[in-house]
C-alpha cells in the first residue's frame, strides 16, 4: 500500500500498487503532454523566424509547411484526447468493479443474516420440542408413580391378608398340620410359577432317610446336555402362635447342613415362619453366616430364591465352560506363535527385497518430481487460499454467533440442560 497525499485538502490516503500505477501513469501522460507542447512551442518559433527571413521565397512551402505542422499537431492533440478517453474508461471500469465487489458482499451479508434468522428459527422450535417432551416426561413420571403407589398399596393389602389368614389357620391346626401345610403351600407355588418356567428341573419330597434324617424336598435342575449345575435342599418349619416352646431358625441350621451333606446338595434353603417379630427374616433373603450357601426366607420369598440360584449357577457354569475353553485355545495360541515367528522371518525377507525395489522406485519418482515442482508450488498456492475460506467458513459457530449475545447463550444452556436432565432419565 502506498500513501498520497491530495493537493487540494491535504489529507493522506492509501492506494494499492494497481492505483498507483494508474495515477503514476496518468501524471506520465500529463509531462508528456507538457513536452509536446513545448516543443510544439518551439517549432513555432522556429518556423516563425525562418518565415520572416524567407517570406517572399518560401511563400508557398511555408504555407504547407504550417499545414503539416497543424496536421501534427491535431494529430497529437487526437492522441491526447484519446489517452484522456481511455484513463476516463478505466476509472469508470475500475468503479464498476467496486461496485459489483459491493453488491457481492451485500448479497453474501444477507445470505449469513438469512442463514441466521433460519438457525434461530430452528434453535427456537427445538426449544419448544424440548419443553413439550420434557412436560410429556413429567406427566408419564407421575402416572407411573401414581401406579407404583397403588400397586405398593395393593401388595401392601395382600400382605396383610395373607398374615391374617396365617394366623387364624395356625390357631386352628395342630403343630404337625401347620408344617404339613407350609409345605403343601410351598409345593403349589412351584406347580403354579416355576414348573413350566423349568421343564428339565426336578422338585420333590425327601423320601430317603439317611442316619434317621431327611429333608423336606430336593430341588435338581440340569443343563441341555443333561448335566447338573443346580440342587438346594429345602427345609419347610412353621409354627402355631399360642405354642408353649417357641423355636428358633438357628436351631434347624446344623440338621439343615446335615441333610444337605448327605444328598450332595450345593445350597440348603430354610423356609421358616418362626420368629415372626424378626426385622432381620421378615427383610428378605437371609444368608447364613456360619454355612456355607445356606439361605433363610419367608414363603413370599420361596420362588425368588429358587430364580436367583438358579441364574447365579447358570453363570457359574457359563464361567467354567469359559475358562475352559481358554485353557484350550493356549495350546492352540502355543502353535500361532510358532507359526507367527515362522511368517515373520518370511515376510521380513520379502519386506526386504521390497524395500529395495522401492528405493529404486522412488529415486526415479524423486527425478518426475523435481520437473513437477513448480506445478506443486502454484497448486499449493491455490489450496491454502482455499484453506483460508474454508476455515472462515468453518470458523462461523454458535459459539461465535452467540458472543456478546447473553440471551442466546441463556437459550442455549437451557437446551443443553435440559437435553442432559433426559438423558439421565
Same mark, same amino acid.
Given at each position: 500500500?502506498?500513501?498520497l497525499?491530495?493537493?487540494k485538502c ?12 494508474? %495515477?503514476?501513469q496518468?501524471v506520465?501522460?500529463?509531462e508528456?503532454d507538457?513536452?509536446?507542447? $513545448?516543443? %510544439?512551442a #518551439?517549432?513555432c518559433?522556429q518556423e516563425?523566424?525562418k518565415?520572416?527571413?524567407a517570406?517572399a521565397?518560401?511563400k508557398v512551402?511555408s504555407?504547407s509547411a504550417?499545414e ?11 492522441v ?15 468503479a464498476? =468493479?467496486? /461496485?459489483?465487489?459491493?453488491?457481492k458482499?451485500? =448479497?453474501?451479508?444477507?445470505k ?10 430452528d434453535?427456537r422450535?427445538?426449544?419448544a420440542?424440548?419443553?413439550m417432551d420434557? /412436560? ?5 413420571k407421575?402416572?407411573?408413580i ?6 405398593y ?5 395382600a400382605?396383610?391378608?395373607?398374615i ?7 390357631? $386352628?391346626?395342630s ?6 401345610t407350609?409345605e403343601?403351600?410351598c409345593?403349589?407355588l ?5 414348573r413350566?418356567?423349568?421343564p ?7 423320601n430317603d432317610?439317611?442316619d ?6 430336593i430341588?435338581?435342575?440340569y443343563?441341555?446336555d443333561g ?5 438346594i435342599?429345602f427345609e419347610? +418349619?412353621?409354627?402355631a ?5 417357641k423355636?428358633k431358625?438357628e436351631?434347624?441350621f446344623?440338621?439343615?447342613d446335615?441333610?444337605r $451333606?448327605k444328598?450332595n ?7 421358616s415362619?418362626l420368629?415372626?417379630?424378626s426385622?432381620?427374616?421378615n ?9 456355607d450357601?445356606?439361605y ?7 420362588i425368588p430364591i429358587?430364580t436367583?440360584i438358579?441364574?447365579? *449357577? ?6 467354567k465352560?469359559?475358562v475352559?475353553?481358554?485353557r ?8 500361532? #506363535? ?6 515373520? /522371518? ?5 519386506c526386504?527385497l521390497?524395500?529395495?525395489k522401492?528405493? +529404486?522406485?522412488?529415486a526415479?519418482?524423486?527425478k *518426475? ?6 506445478? +506443486?508450488?502454484?497448486l499449493?498456492?491455490?489450496?491454502? /487460499?482455499?484453506?483460508l475460506?474454508n476455515?472462515?467458513?468453518?470458523g462461523?459457530? %454458535? $459459539?461465535?454467533l452467540t458472543?456478546?449475545?447473553p440471551?442466546?447463550?441463556?437459550k442455549?444452556?437451557?437446551a ?5 436432565k433426559?438423558?439421565?432419565?
Open positions: 500500500m502506498k500513501e497525499k491530495c493537493p491535504g489529507s493522506m490516503f492509501s492506494v494499492d500498487e494497481a492505483d498507483y500505477a494508474f %495515477i503514476m496518468q506520465k501522460t500529463a508528456f507538457a513536452e509536446i507542447e $513545448r516543443r %510544439i #518551439e517549432v518559433q516563425e523566424a518565415r520572416e527571413v517570406l521565397k518560401l512551402t504555407s504550417i503539416k505542422k497543424e496536421r501534427e499537431i491535431a494529430e497529437l492533440k487526437s491526447i484526447a484519446n489517452q484522456e478517453n481511455a484513463t476516463k474508461t478505466a476509472l469508470l471500469e475500475k464498476a =468493479e467496486g /461496485q459489483e465487489a459491493m453488491a458482499k451485500n =448479497e453474501e451479508i444477507a449469513l443474516k438469512a442463514e441466521m434468522a433460519k438457525r434461530e428459527g434453535f422450535a427445538q426449544l420440542e424440548m419443553a420434557e /412436560q410429556k416426561a413429567m406427566a408419564g407421575d402416572a407411573e401414581a401406579k407404583l403407589r397403588a400397586d398399596d395393593g401388595r401392601l393389602r400382605a396383610d391378608e395373607q391374617a389368614f396365617y394366623k387364624d389357620m395356625k390357631a $386352628r391346626m403343630t404337625k398340620m401347620v408344617g404339613e407350609l403343601v403351600h409345593s403349589t412351584y406347580d403354579q410359577f416355576m413350566f418356567a423349568l428339565r428341573a426336578t422338585f420333590a419330597k425327601d432317610v439317611v434317621g434324617t431327611k429333608g423336606d424336598f430341588f435338581r435342575d443343563a441341555d448335566t447338573e449345575y443346580v440342587s435342599m419347610m +418349619k412353621n409354627e402362635d399360642e405354642t408353649a416352646t423355636h431358625n436351631d434347624f446344623r440338621k439343615l446335615e441333610d $451333606r444328598k446338595c450345593e445350597y440348603a434353603v430354610l423356609v415362619m420368629e415372626l417379630e426385622e432381620l427374616y427383610a428378605g433373603i437371609v444368608s447364613v453366616s456360619n454355612y450357601k445356606m433363610v426366607v419367608r414363603p413370599q420369598c420361596f429358587i436367583l438358579v441364574q447365579s *449357577s447358570r453363570k457359574a457354569m457359563e464361567y465352560c469359559e475352559a475353553e481358554m484350550r485355545q493356549t495350546v492352540d495360541v502355543t502353535n500361532f #506363535e510358532e507359526k507367527l515367528l515362522d511368517f515373520q /522371518q518370511k515376510f521380513g525377507n520379502n526386504r521390497a524395500k529395495e522401492f528405493d +529404486k522406485a522412488i526415479e519418482i524423486d *518426475s518430481i523435481k520437473s513437477l515442482q513448480a506445478t +506443486k508450488e502454484a499449493l498456492g491455490s489450496e491454502k /487460499q482455499l484453506r475460506a476455515d472462515k467458513a468453518d462461523l459457530t %454458535i $459459539r461465535r458472543h456478546e449475545n440471551t442466546m447463550k441463556a442455549f444452556a437451557e443443553r440442560a435440559g437435553k442432559s433426559d438423558d439421565l432419565t
